[in-house]
């Protein structure tokens, strides 16, 4: 399976964005999960969506500000995040547990990982 994220970019502080993550396969039986590496820091996960699209999860970083949604019809997997802050500054990454219906904001449980999207937020 292929991932692919994309829609990063420069965005001031305070904005908003959509990032998109096509992937190959079938959507609708794996879950997947948006995660950001920011220099020199480790993995963070933000939140995921099942295989079913029934349950989102979303972590304390990003709750009340960002949401996940899908379109299986394009098998595309979205993030939209608003009230961006400095400390966004990361490069985005989804990823998919295929054939697996529960979702996981730990990355250390994701196989597959798309190339990642860098987003600068500047104060």
């Known amino acids: 399976v292929q991932l692919q994220a994309s829609g990063g970019g420069l965005v001031q502080a305070g904005g908003s964005l959509r990032l998109s993550c096509t992937i190959s396969?079938?959507?609708?039986?794996?879950?997947v999960g948006w995660f950001r590496q920011a220099p020199g820091r480790e993995y963070e996960g933000l939140l995921c969506i099942s295989g079913s699209g029934a349950t989102k999860k979303y972590e304390d970083s990003v709750k009340g500000r960002a949401t996940i949604s899908r379109d299986i019809s394009k098998s595309t997997v979205y993030l939209h995040m608003s009230s961006l802050k400095p400390e966004d500054t990361a490069v985005y990454y989804c990823a998919a547990r295929m054939g697996h219906e529960l979702c996981y904001t730990d990355y250390r449980l994701y196989s597959d990982w798309g190339q990642g999207t860098l987003v600068t937020v500047s104060s």
């Open positions: 396969g079938d959507l609708g039986h794996n879950s």
